[in-house]
């Protein structure tokens, strides 16, 4: 089905409440992110230096919210057209950083989680089942896209 603007709403919102409080909450993705997937660390150039996660490095937070931000506006792409379209430039961008990093399928699961993870984390009791999903779907049309660009 169709991505409804309730679903864009639901991921709008969350992603606002995400933006209050960057700090606590990018930290909290990349350690999921590491727990799952250890050997990613080394593929992060902010952390392939550092024990555990910075906390107080403006480009660790930095890349951590743009991953939200994309998925935000993958949400609003798929509401408004019902598909994920990144521009150009952008898309080869992504694409080749992905494929130099040697990104695999099964971290894009690992990413996945720990984005909704740390989203329910954001919204704490405002959480459900349809946040979730419409998030996950967002996501999953974003990875797709990037896929396809790394190939
Ligand atoms: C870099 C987004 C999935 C690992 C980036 C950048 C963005 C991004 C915006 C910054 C590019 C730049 O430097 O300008 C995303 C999105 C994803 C995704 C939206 C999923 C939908 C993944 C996955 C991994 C990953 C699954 C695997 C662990 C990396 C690495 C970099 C990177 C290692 C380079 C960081 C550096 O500068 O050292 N990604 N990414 N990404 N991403 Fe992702
Ligand atoms: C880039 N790509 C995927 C996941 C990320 C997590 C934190 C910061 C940057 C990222």
Do not use: C
Not at 51 to 59: E, H, S, Y
Not at 116 to 130: C, M, Y
Not at 137 to 150: P, T
Request: glycine residues 6%; charged residues 25%.
């Amino acid at each position: 089905g169709a991505f409804t603007e309730k679903q864009e709403a639901l991921v709008s919102s969350s992603f606002e409440a995400f933006k209050q409080n960057i700090p606590h909450l990018s930290i909290l993705f990349y350690t999921l992110i590491l727990e799952k997937a250890p050997a990613a660390k080394g593929l992060f150039s902010f952390l392939k230096d550092s024990d555990g996660v910075p906390q107080d490095n403006p480009k660790v937070k930095a890349h951590a919210e743009k991953v939200f931000e994309l998925t935000r506006d993958s949400a609003a792409q798929l509401r408004a057209k019902g598909e994920v379209v990144l521009p150009d430039a952008i898309s080869k961008h992504l694409g080749s950083v992905h494929a130099e990093k040697g990104v695999t399928d099964p971290q894009f699961v690992v990413v996945k989680e720990a984005l909704l993870k740390t989203i329910n984390e954001a919204v704490g009791d405002k959480w459900s089942e349809e946040l979730s999903a419409a998030w996950g779907i967002a996501y999953d049309e974003l990875a797709a896209a990037i896929k396809k660009a790394m190939s």
